[in-house]
């Protein structure tokens, strides 16, 4: 099956249109549970970033090879096997950021939207435009835990990465993991509504 | 038939695979990893001392390292502990269960290799001999200023809720407990894992040695000055006061966490308890045997 989008395409398709958390509502348990600050949101979405363009990469490499029916255990493998390292290089080199975040690291070898990705698109796919799926659905992923984290540490703690904005806790709810839901899905209907707007604009012209 | 020869394989291949990555990545970064251990160690024993952030420690300040290993020969065991004498010269006294004296061996090795485990282990080995295996039990720190001893530092492990928690304690001469600090552990979020903060771990703090003895957790609220008090929200000297207030108290278990609370306060007992004694002893044989040391 060949693919008729370029990389930019690819890119801002994981960004945009199929976001991950927003749109393919895939690997909600950790866009819930973590993301109550902005820089969790930040750190957690480079590491899926790597984990997701390695796992990518190798899966298109090898996919001739992969038998069709030990996919799966062997998606398994290749996300678990990066995933150790992205664990071992935080904790030798970012001790402090691995301290805070070190336990959802390890998680990552369960999030769908890795295994989904490697299944539907570079099992199939060529190399490079593997590569660039992985590198906007990492994105994607990233920026939208950034966005919930945002919303919910400004709201939660009046406070941006840490510092200190509104000097007062407007509502203490968004830190609480049920407000990750609230937060999630508002800002679904929000991407669904600004592309309904963009297609009956585009409809309209 | 043919479809699971093929499947075996390759999952052994891409298995092996994998664990070569591993591998590689794992001799890459751990020299780096035990580096970080042991500056968080460093950190974590300045802090128990009273040396927070920037704070600077003064020069007459020095720690002297204390390595305990068990010899066990056929027929017998002892304990030996290995003590830095001077520069590069360390002694091996060898006590034996009673508290006797056996003998001392002398053992030349560099500060860098006395801090690498293994080499350590070696070195002792070797000069204990093949008849004898030996097994390194813990590492005690002696803190001294101007040669005076100010400090114990001592680290352990015990079991917790689910599994290991390990601890680094700071004893004064006395035995009256200055700090403690949580390490290492897996308890369960949101409640075992209370353990690690100050309202939890500050209540161990300036307990003397005949409290912590016998100290047990009761399953009460904690009162709110002495809440107040453990998560440092008021004035030094309050604190000071507080504390002293509640000293022959036992320790206030976490709410919802009595199992892990008892571990850690247990923990805490059996490591002081040992190590008086073991010192003691120590300290009982040094002086016998004349042996001169800086602590």
Known sequence: MANDKSSLQLVTRGILSENPIFKLALSMCPAVGISTTVMNGLLLGIAVLFVQVFSSVTISIFKNLIHPRIRIPTYTLTIATWVTVIDLVLAAYMPEAYAKMGIFVKLIVAFAIITMRLEMFACKEPVKDSFWDGVGMGLGFMVGMMVIGFVRELLGSGAVFGYDILGFKPLLFFILPSAGFFVVGLMMAFFNWIEIFYKRKKGLQ | ?295
């Open chain 2, 1 to 295: 038939m043919k479809d699971i020869i093929t499947i075996v394989v390759r999952l052994t291949v891409s298995c092996l695979l994998a664990a070569v990555v591993m591998g590689v990545c794992f001799i890459f970064t751990s020299n780096a990893k035990k580096h970080n251990e042991h500056v968080k160690e460093q950190q974590v024993m300045y802090e128990l001392l009273g040396y927070k952030g920037d704070a600077k420690v003064p020069e007459s300040v020095a720690m002297h390292e204390i390595y305990r290993y068990v010899i066990t020969t056929v027929e017998s065991q002892s304990i030996g502990y290995l003590v830095a004498v001077h520069g590069e010269e360390f002694l091996l006294v060898e006590i034996d269960l009673d508290g006797k004296f056996l003998k001392n061996i002398p053992l030349t090795m560099s500060e860098a290799d006395a801090l690498e485990g293994d080499l350590r282990d070696k070195k002792v080995q070797e000069i204990v001999g093949p008849s004898a295996t030996v097994k390194f039990a813990d590492q005690t720190v002696v803190v001294t200023d101007d040669g005076k001893r100010i400090a114990y530092l001592i680290s352990g492990k015990f079991q917790g809720f689910k599994t290991f928690v390990s601890v680094m304690l700071a004893v004064d001469p006395s035995f009256t407990l200055l700090g403690l600090e949580i390490l290492e552990h897996e308890e369960d979020p949101g409640l075992g894992a209370e353990i690690e903060k100050d309202y939890f771990k500050n209540q161990f703090k300036g307990k003397p040695f005949a409290v912590l003895k016998n100290i047990d957790v009761v399953k009460a609220p904690i009162p709110a000055d002495y809440l107040k008090a453990l998560n440092g929200k008021v004035d030094e000297q309050e604190i000071l006061k507080i504390r002293d207030m509640y000293k022959d108290k036992d320790i206030y278990a976490l709410t919802g966490a009595t199992i892990s609370s008892r571990a850690v306060s247990n923990g805490v007992k059996g490591i002081v308890k040992k190590f008086a004694y073991r010192v003691t002893v120590l300290d009982k044989v040094l002086a016998e045997q004349r042996l001169t040391v800086p602590f």
